[in-house]
């Protein structure tokens, strides 16, 4: 789903090509393995498969390792054929497969984490490995000498984990909804600031390194695009699913976001489209049309014998009103909100066709 103002699209239905039986329970993260024809899946029974497709063309087993906890997140690494899992104790384990992909050997365990191993992440230009945990840390090692290099305690349990080669910036996502954003050194991390968009928890963050703009989504159904790059310090959010978004993706070649939702819904956003930011919210203790006081204010109320109304925002303005006043709802897809979403009366009526898509 784009922003263009041009007919819609023809629906494309995708053609399932293979299924993998590839564990007894939860497979907690799958790769394709390229060039290979290849899968590596880890799962909540403890075991690494590494599955490959054959002559036949069905897909069979080639690596079968149980591990000594239930696997939570892997990251692999196509050049070295590095693979990392995170484990539930709170363990990565190391190991190097084959280039037949028929073996894995281990190579190190890092003792990362106090409990669950939430995400991983390789970097292999630097040697080191990332990682968060339940216990509310961030850490990062050295994988030329297993040694932890440093820490980072976030404010909740994180979700998401990107980083950045060139400037050495880690984005953290967590259950919270804040983004948290480290300068990582060879021994020592430096907060540089927290982005605070969501209201609910982030769920998946996405970065592009080429546009340097970062992607976060999350159970409060929406997805934030944060122009960092750009310093400007733009917020840009898209509304296209009815459900928690679960997992985001980046082809920077089309410069096209995809966004899996709990609705069971797949968007795809054209990010070459030109984006209105997403005004942010004003504070107010009475509706900025009409004055009525809100519930909490007390005194308003009591001087003008009137009830407190709730608080609502227009969402393409900002501003805080009451629902009288913000009775009207209207799709703004050059904002971002590909569904209906509540606006004050005076924007509504300055919504023409061309915002909504028409």
């Known amino acids: 789903m784009a922003a263009e103002i041009q007919p819609k699209p023809l629906t494309r239905k995708p053609i ?3 299924r993998v039986e590839g564990s007894q329970e939860v ?4 790769v394709i393995v390229p060039k290979e024809e290849g899968v590596i899946s880890v799962s909540e029974d403890r075991t690494v498969r590494v599955w490959l497709k054959r002559d036949s063309g069905q897909y069979w087993p080639s690596i079968y390792h149980a591990m000594p906890s239930p696997c939570s997140c892997m990251s692999f690494n196509p050049e070295t054929r590095r693979l990392s899992i995170g484990l539930d104790n709170g363990t990565i384990s190391e190991f190097i497969l084959s280039e037949d992909y028929n073996k894995m050997t281990p190579v190190k365990n890092y003792q990362a984490h106090q409990s669950r191993v939430t995400m991983v992440l390789f970097v292999l230009e630097l040697e080191w490995v990332l990682s968060t945990g339940q216990d509310k840390q961030f850490a990062w090692h050295c994988s030329e000498s ?3 290099l440093g820490g980072y305690r976030t404010s909740a349990v994180a979700s998401g984990l990107q980083f950045d080669v060139e400037t050495r910036h880690v984005f953290i996502g967590d259950h919270s909804g804040q983004v948290t954003i480290l300068k990582l050194e060879q021994e020592n991390c430096t907060l540089v600031t927290t982005f605070r968009g969501h ?4 769920t998946a963050l996405c970065w592009d390194p080429v546009q340097r703009v970062l992607f976060s989504g999350s ?3 929406s997805v934030i695009m944060w122009d960092i790059g750009g310093r400007k310090g733009t917020a840009i959010e898209l509304q296209g699913h009815n459900d928690k978004v679960q997992a985001l993706s980046y082809a920077q070649h089309t410069r096209q976001l995809i966004s899996c939702g709990g609705d069971g819904g797949i968007v795809v956003w054209n990010m070459d489209v030109e984006r209105q930011e997403t005004p942010e919210w004003l504070d107010s203790d009475s509706c900025q049309k009409c004055d009525q006081p809100f519930f909490w204010n007390f005194k308003q109320m009591w001087d003008s014998k009137k009830i407190g109304l709730r608080q609502h925002h227009c969402r393409k303005c900002g ?3 009451c629902g009288k006043c ?8 050059l904002m971002g909100f590909e569904f209906e979403v509540r606006v004050c009366d005076s924007c509504h009526e300055a919504i023409t066709d061309e915002d909504c898509g028409i």
Do not use: E, F, Y
């Open 16 to 18: 399932l090509l293979q």
């Open 27 to 30: 497979v907690n993260m799958a």
């Open 146 to 148: 297993g040694q932890r």
């Open 199 to 202: 209201t609910g928890g982030v």
């Open 219 to 221: 159970s409060d159904h």
């Open 319 to 321: 501003k805080a009103v």
């Open 326 to 333: 913000s009775s009207k709802r209207s799709s703004i897809p």
